[in-house]
Each structure stands twice: as C-alpha cells, then as structure tokens.
C-alpha cells in the first residue's frame, strides 16, 4: 500500500527538518594538538643594518617538556661592525670597532602557568649582566617578580592577569583554532635583559617568508623500477621534505609591545605544533631574518599518573533523639 502526502505536508516536513538543523548546535572547534617539545637551530642574515654597517648573527633554543614543567633555553649572537662598511667576506674578522652581543636566557615553566624560576645573560662587548629569579603569577590578584644580579635584588609588582611565556603560546593557539583574527594583548614579562613587567600585542599578518619547504614531489612517470614498484622521487635539495613539526596549520604572527619597542617587535611563523618558525627580529636598528636550518623533536616524558585523591571519609550515621 502507498501513503498519499500531500506537497504542502512534503513541504512542512522538509522545512521542519531545516529548522531543526539550523538550531542544533555548531560543532565545537578542534582542539588545538599539545605544543611539542623540540630544538631548533636558525640561518640568520642581516635584513636591514643603518648605515650599511656589516651584521652578522647566530641563534638558536630549545623547549622540552619534563613531568614537572616547560623548560627553555635559547642563545642569541649577533654583531654589528661600524668598520666594515662595505661588502666583505664572511671569512674576515670583525675590526676593533665591531659591537658584539650575546644573549641568553633559561627558563622553567610550571604546567599550569602560575609560576616560572629562570635565568638570564645579556653581554655587550666585554661588559656581562647575569640575573637569576622567579616570577609567580595570579588571574585574580598581583603577581610577582622577584630578580637577583650582581648589583642588586629587587621585587616588582606584576599585574593581576599576567601571563608567562609558554601559557601565551598555548592561549594564541586556542584562539587561532577557534577562528579568531586578533589582536590579542597580553601582560607579560621580559626576562632576558630588562627583568620587568611587559605588554604584548600579537596581530596575525601576512608571513614575510617564502614557504620554508615543500612536500616531496610526486612520483614523475616512467620511474618504477624493473619489479614494477613504485620508486620515490629523489628531492630536488635537502629542504624538499617538510620536517613533521612544520606540518600543518600555519599563522603568521606581529609581536609588538609599548614598554620595550624593538626588543620585542618579530614577525614570525607560527605552527599548530607552538613551533615558532622563521623570525624577523630587531636588535640595535638592525633587522634579522632567521631561516630554521635544522629541527629536531623531543619525545613526551613517561610520567607516572597523578594518585587519585582518597575517598572523603563517611559520615556517621544519624542518631535517633533520645525520647523525653
């Protein structure tokens, strides 16, 4: 037997089933893979000097995770040669009139972000600060910095929302995966050189770089071998395979703050793994471009589960009042 449905019950049927779809809930957003522990080492050159003067530079660091905290370290060298105004060769010496910096900072970062203990070194020519100290962060309440070098110790206040550098990382990648645009402002803290409290500002921009590597090309015709198996194109040049912390989603990031201008101000790649990619970065009214050179993934730590907490004990049986 045949049901008969009339065209305008077919009609109400369809558009009440559209209806439904259109107030059922969107589905959540992916949530953003765990930030990867890796090292990475860069190719730096010189961008943009003033006055032409001769730059050249060195970076790299590292992020692991350890059952207990983010830890980080990176090393930053970089000299600008007020003698060398003109095109050299990379061979030659630095003169006597070359300004030479290093940088290095190390940090520890507990899982939940509310605090970081670490240690800097900033070096200009012979002349070297070192500091060590701990920051302890809070959402509803000020914080703190507390720092300790050579010359003195000194406690400052951070503001209530202060966030801590691998925190920020994790909070940029939620809102790029959720399909926010920015900005997004952050207080923060520096700890490589000015041991103080910070603004961050972050925008997504158009990536400065050409895409650092490619997939291996296809397989071109007429290259299986005499058994008929597939045989795998060589790469073009070491750079062809795209290491797998470089895969996936990709955001280019502006880093800029008021409190510390170009010591912060970078461009960067930013990957879904919390790679930071290849950087534009500002030292001294120089400009640097660092290419990543090499990358290397660390493994997750093996780490015991947490002991569940223990049952809340029983209460104890009401009692019958005693009857009068």
Known sequence: MRIKIELPALLGMVLSCGAALAQAPPPAPQAPPEISGHSITYTVTADKTPDDIFAEAQFSLSLAKTCDAWTYGSALYYALDKGA????????QLTDQANIYNERVNFSESPDGDRIGFRSSFRFNSRAENATGAAFFDDDKDGLLQVSSEKSKID?????????PILIRKILLQRLHAGERGPWHFRAVELGRFHMPVDLR?????????????????VPPGAEGKDKKTVAAKPASPQMERPPLLRGRTW????????????????FDFYDTGVIGNVLFKREGATFRALVRDINAFPDPKCEPAAAPAPPAAAAPATKPASK
Do not use: H, I, M, Y
């Open 156 to 164: 400052t206040k951070l503001p209530k929302g202060s966030v801590p």
């Open 202 to 218: 972050f925008d997504v921009v158009v990536s400065p770089f050409a895409a650092p590597v490619t997939e291996a090309p296809a």
């Open 85 to 92: 105004k003109r095109t050299r060769d990379a061979k030659e």
């Open 252 to 267: 280019a990031l502006k880093q800029s703050s008021k409190a510390v201008g170009e010591w912060a101000d970078a461009v």
